[in-house]
């Protein structure tokens, strides 16, 4: 036997408010600096560095410069190259997965852009 729609409704709607409830009140009893932490827009960062950290390419995201184009970090995202231990900084995750599918590659056109985008800064371009 089917319920009635309005019983479903009422249902959904109680499931959500629990959900939302418990939300709230994990965020107000959390212990320690995660309840004192202010509260911003945006996409909240589980490991902002606590010292400003310096990747390749002045902290621009590898990707972004692969295709010439100057993205800031702040290192919160970030990858250590294997190879040579050098940290690169990636200002999303969608940028740092797209880098991972072939990180050689990536970093290979982003070297020789780099190059190209650091002569057009010595030369007053850009």
Request: proline share 8%; aromatic share 8%.
């Amino acid at each position: 036997m089917q319920q009635p729609r309005t019983a479903r409704v009422s249902w959904l709607a109680a499931a959500a408010a629990c959900t939302v409830a418990t939300a709230c009140l994990a965020q107000a009893t959390a212990p320690g600096p995660m309840k004192d932490m202010p509260r911003a827009g945006g996409i909240w960062k589980a490991a902002v560095p606590p010292k400003p950290m310096r990747g390749e390419f002045d902290n621009l995201d590898p990707f972004g410069v692969s295709v010439g184009a100057r993205i800031e970090s702040d290192c919160s995202l970030n990858w250590v190259s294997p190879d040579d231990g050098k940290l690169y900084c990636f200002s999303s995750g969608t940028s740092l997965e797209f880098f991972l599918e072939k990180p050689q590659a990536t970093l290979e056109r982003a070297r020789a852009q780099w190059r190209t985008m650091a002569g057009a800064a010595d030369n007053g371009v850009g």
